[in-house]
Structure formats: structure tokens, C-alpha cells
């Protein structure tokens, strides 16, 4: 039964990635262009996370000699002064709190502020090379933070900043962009030369309710599905259009808008995309996956023959496993 259920998962997340892109920013950091929104405010809001735990992943890729902020980490919002790739920045105090994520001298930093105390942890790794890598940063109610590249704990601070810092829903703000997550750039536009935005591909965004990550994994090799902590799932791979959509499972998905401008226009869909497993021939496995359900389908009554009801999980799961052994091809 588990098996069959998992169908309805498979078919939106391969429906999500039928056609497979990224999205390329320029880091022009003006004019609220060349960025991501996802608004925040409303109630019930599920992406307006920060009122417990939570894990934000994702794929980049860069280059240092386009991303040359600096980030000095500690008890600070320095995190601000990198290459910023995640904002959700409240501008002057951070009432309930804010965080962000940018690169700093190629490495990536993760700051978490609530009101009252600061701090910006920063990794070693060197993630401006190029090359793509996953990222995934965790930040704990009782104030842990973590980053990590490639399955490998990055950095780590035991004692950050507790409670919760999300976003006060419905509170009064002279800057238009407070109640926005903001993918791609500083979110103000308050001075690009002081809080640069981020330059590159992003991709296959997973924002969740948890910690994921607590010590050394596999770095991913498929691509994200829906299961019950995620809030978030963007997969960029709308191709056309301003809408990204979320393709998390929940009631009333709060999806984004892709702010498009400057020339040449960004941010740009892109077939550059990170080394995940191939979509046509997951596709296919379910589309053969559904075609065996058809012809089972061959009673009276239109109801799948019991004889044949057995099989149905083993099918569904050797379709699912062939599509995570293709990750390895």
C-alpha cells in the first residue's frame, strides 16, 4: 500500500521536472530585479518558518571573480555584507528576528538575529569554483546553526540565537520588501556595493520544518520530493513566465515570483543544472509504471483484478529504485 501511495508523489514531482532548468542570476542588485520573491505575510503562511526548526537546501554554482563580498563571522549580522543568496532580512530590528544566507570570500555564510543577539557562522569549503555543489544550512529552535556542503558539516555553532524569528505577520514596515523571502539578491536594494547580491545558477530549492541534516550524508543524487516537513519545493523548471511555483503538498502552497529585468534580462532559466538523476528516463519508468496499472485494469467492472492487485507495489517500487540507481549513471 505504501508503494501505491507513493505514486501520486512521484507522478507531481517527475511532472515538476519535465522539463529541467536552473535559474541564472546576474547579482545586479538594484531596481528589485534579478531576484526570486516568496511573500511571507498572511496567516498560516507555512513558508514563514523560523518559529521552530528548519532546514533550507539547495544547489549553486559560482564564481569567486563574480562574487567578491566578504563576510567577518561572529556575534554580527555580517552575513549581510556576502554575496547575499537567501533574504529574509527585516530592515533596522529584527522584531521577531530574521536570517540570511550569502557567499563570503567563496564560502558560504548563514546569520540568524532575534531582536535581541546576532550571530554569522561561515564555512571553509571553497563553493565559488564553478562547480556545482548542494548546500543545506539548519537552524535549531534552541538557537543551533549549521551549514553543510556536499553532505559534510561545513560549520557549527552550538549557541546561536534562540526562539523565534520569523516574520511578525501583518506588522507596519516603510520597506515593501520586509514581508518577502527573497532568493537571489539583497532584498532592499540599500547599497550594492556595501550588501552585493549573489552572481550564478540556483537550483531545486527544499525549504523544511526540521533539522535534516546532523552529521555526514550523501550528498543528493535525484531530485527533492515532498514528504511531511517540506513547505518549500521549487525545482525552477517552469522555462517560461514569472510564476515559480511550489510544488510542496500543503494547503494553499505560497508559490514566488521570478522579478525579471536589466540586460540581458535576469534571472534567466538556464539548461546548465546540477548533476541530478536524468528526467526522461524517470519519466519513462513511470509512464511504463502506469501502463502496467492499465493493463491490469481489465475486469468488468473496471476494478484491477485481484490476482494482479499484489504486484502493483512491487511495480511501483522497482520504478522508483531504477530511478534512484540512475542518479549513479
Same mark, same amino acid.
Given at each position: 500500500?505504501?508503494? #501505491?501511495?507513493?505514486?501520486? #508523489?512521484?507522478?507531481?514531482?517527475?511532472?515538476?521536472?519535465?522539463?529541467? =532548468?536552473?535559474?541564472?542570476?546576474?547579482?545586479?542588485?538594484?531596481?528589485?530585479?534579478?531576484? #526570486?520573491?516568496?511573500?511571507?505575510?498572511?496567516?498560516?503562511?507555512?513558508?514563514?518558518?523560523? &518559529? /521552530?526548526? =528548519?532546514?533550507?537546501?539547495?544547489?549553486?554554482?559560482?564564481?569567486?571573480?563574480?562574487?567578491?563580498?566578504? #563576510?567577518?563571522?561572529?556575534? &554580527?549580522?555580517?552575513?549581510?555584507?556576502?554575496?547575499?543568496?537567501?533574504?529574509?532580512?527585516?530592515? /533596522?530590528?529584527?522584531?521577531?528576528?530574521?536570517?540570511?544566507?550569502?557567499?563570503?570570500?567563496?564560502?558560504?555564510?548563514?546569520?540568524?538575529?532575534?531582536?535581541? +543577539? @546576532?550571530?554569522?557562522?561561515?564555512?571553509?569549503?571553497?563553493?565559488?569554483?564553478? !562547480?556545482?555543489?548542494?548546500?543545506?544550512?539548519?537552524?535549531?529552535?534552541?538557537?543551533?546553526?549549521?551549514?553543510?556542503?556536499?553532505?559534510? !558539516?561545513?560549520?557549527?555553532?552550538?549557541?546561536?540565537?534562540?526562539? &523565534?524569528? +520569523?516574520?511578525?505577520?501583518?506588522?507596519?514596515?516603510?520597506?515593501?520588501?520586509?514581508?518577502?523571502?527573497?532568493?537571489?539578491?539583497?532584498?532592499?536594494?540599500?547599497?550594492?556595493?556595501?550588501?552585493?547580491?549573489?552572481?550564478?545558477?540556483?537550483?531545486?530549492?527544499?525549504? @523544511?520544518?526540521?533539522?535534516?541534516?546532523?552529521?555526514?550524508?550523501?550528498?543528493?543524487?535525484?531530485?527533492?520530493?515532498?514528504?511531511?516537513?517540506?513547505?518549500?519545493?521549487?525545482?525552477? &523548471?517552469?522555462?517560461?513566465?514569472?510564476?515559480?511555483?511550489?510544488?510542496? !503538498?500543503?494547503?494553499?502552497?505560497?508559490?514566488?515570483?521570478?522579478?525579471?529585468?536589466?540586460?540581458?534580462?535576469?534571472?534567466?532559466?538556464?539548461?546548465?543544472?546540477?548533476?541530478?538523476?536524468?528526467?526522461?528516463?524517470?519519466?519513462?519508468?513511470?509512464?511504463?509504471?502506469?501502463?502496467?496499472?492499465?493493463?491490469?485494469?481489465? @475486469?468488468?467492472?473496471?476494478?484491477?483484478?485481484?490476482?494482479?492487485?499484489?504486484?502493483?507495489?512491487?511495480?511501483?517500487?522497482?520504478?522508483?529504485?531504477?530511478?534512484?540507481?540512475?542518479?549513479?549513471?
Amino acid at each position: 500500500m505504501t508503494s #501505491v501511495l507513493l505514486l501520486p #508523489v512521484l507522478l507531481l514531482a517527475l511532472h515538476a521536472h519535465a522539463l529541467n =532548468f536552473s535559474l541564472s542570476f546576474s547579482g545586479t542588485g538594484t531596481g528589485d530585479i534579478d531576484r #526570486v520573491k516568496i511573500p511571507l505575510d498572511g496567516a498560516g503562511n507555512l513558508l514563514n518558518i523560523g &518559529n /521552530g526548526n =528548519f532546514t533550507i537546501e539547495f544547489w549553486m554554482k559560482a564564481f569567486l571573480s563574480s562574487n567578491t563580498g566578504t #563576510v567577518s563571522p561572529g556575534a &554580527n549580522d555580517n552575513w549581510i555584507t556576502g554575496n547575499i543568496i537567501f533574504d529574509r532580512d527585516v530592515y /533596522g530590528n529584527g522584531d521577531y528576528g530574521d536570517f540570511g544566507i550569502s557567499l563570503g570570500s567563496g564560502r558560504i555564510a548563514f546569520g540568524v538575529n532575534n531582536a535581541s +543577539s @546576532s550571530r554569522t557562522i561561515l564555512g571553509t569549503s571553497q563553493v565559488a569554483n564553478g !562547480q556545482w555543489h548542494h548546500i543545506a544550512v539548519t537552524r535549531a529552535f534552541n538557537g543551533a546553526m549549521a551549514i553543510f556542503v556536499n553532505g559534510t !558539516q561545513d560549520a557549527f555553532y552550538a549557541s546561536g540565537p534562540a526562539g &523565534n524569528i +520569523s516574520y511578525r505577520t501583518g506588522r507596519s514596515t516603510s520597506w515593501p520588501n520586509d514581508p518577502y523571502l527573497v532568493i537571489g539578491a539583497e532584498k532592499h536594494d540599500y547599497d550594492p556595493s556595501t550588501y552585493p547580491s549573489f552572481s550564478g545558477w540556483l537550483d531545486e530549492v527544499r525549504i @523544511s520544518t526540521n533539522i535534516r541534516y546532523t552529521s555526514t550524508f550523501q550528498r543528493p543524487t535525484e531530485f527533492f520530493l515532498h514528504d511531511q516537513y517540506t513547505v518549500g519545493l521549487f525545482s525552477f &523548471n517552469e522555462g517560461s513566465g514569472t510564476v515559480v511555483t511550489n510544488w510542496a !503538498q500543503v494547503p494553499n502552497p505560497t508559490h514566488g515570483q521570478r522579478m525579471v529585468g536589466g540586460y540581458p534580462p535576469r534571472p534567466a532559466y538556464s539548461t546548465d543544472v546540477p548533476p541530478l538523476v536524468p528526467e526522461s528516463t524517470c519519466l519513462a519508468l513511470v509512464m511504463l509504471t502506469a501502463a502496467c496499472v492499465t493493463r491490469v485494469r481489465r @475486469s468488468a467492472n473496471s476494478e484491477i483484478i485481484p490476482s494482479h492487485r499484489r504486484l502493483l507495489p512491487a511495480v511501483l517500487s522497482a520504478s522508483h529504485t531504477a530511478c534512484r540507481r540512475l542518479a549513479a549513471v
